[in-house]
């Protein structure tokens, strides 16, 4: 039984560890990353901005979930520092996530607008492309997790067959 229980104990606090892992790593991803919320209609659109130093990066993501979508009903547009429309997008699924370039330093701005006077949650993100360092450290939580769960599972395996062998 000593050695389950210390099969259990390695199992349990790779579990936790990869737990904690995961909320790090979210949040070395998402840096630099602006989120917003909130309800879109023909009357109220949902703006959410960030900043950008082009020196930085030469790349930012969107991303648009619409709770409760109807198609033809949004749009999307990024707008750059100087009040250039740089991208704009009908929005025909409930989730849109797309890449842009970003040219100058400075503000750029995410405005999802409506056609439709009902008004579903939008919730949006705009920010600089993590780095591709970043996005592997996204795994290791993940795989420090995996190895936890096979390990209770063989503390499982483990304890069955020791009591068969004790009957």
Do not use: C, H
């Not at 930012?60 to 109807?70: H, R, S, T, Y």
């Not at 797309?98 to 006077?117: A, M, Q, W």
């Not at 420090?144 to 499982?156: A, P």
């Amino acid at each position: 039984m000593q050695k389950s229980g210390i099969m259990l104990i390695s199992s349990a606090a790779l579990i936790v560890i990869g737990l904690l892992l995961l909320v790090l790593g979210n949040q070395i991803i998402l840096e630099g990353i602006s989120q917003g919320n909130g309800k879109v209609s023909s009357s109220q659109t949902l703006t959410v901005s960030a900043d950008f130093d082009s020196q930085e990066t030469s790349v930012g993501i969107f991303a648009v979930q619409i709770m409760e979508f109807k198609d033809n009903t949004f749009s999307v547009k990024v707008i750059d520092p100087f009040e250039s429309e740089i991208i704009f997008q009908p929005i025909n699924e409930e989730t849109i996530e797309k890449e842009f370039d970003v040219l100058e330093t400075g503000t750029y701005k995410l405005i999802i607008e409506s056609t439709s006077n009902e008004e579903p949650i939008v919730f949006a993100a705009i920010g600089p492309l993590p780095d591709t360092n970043k996005q592997l450290f996204g795994f290791i939580p993940l795989i420090v997790l995996v190895i936890g769960m096979i390990g209770l599972v063989v503390v499982g395996i483990y304890g069955v067959k020791n009591r068969r062998k004790s009957i």
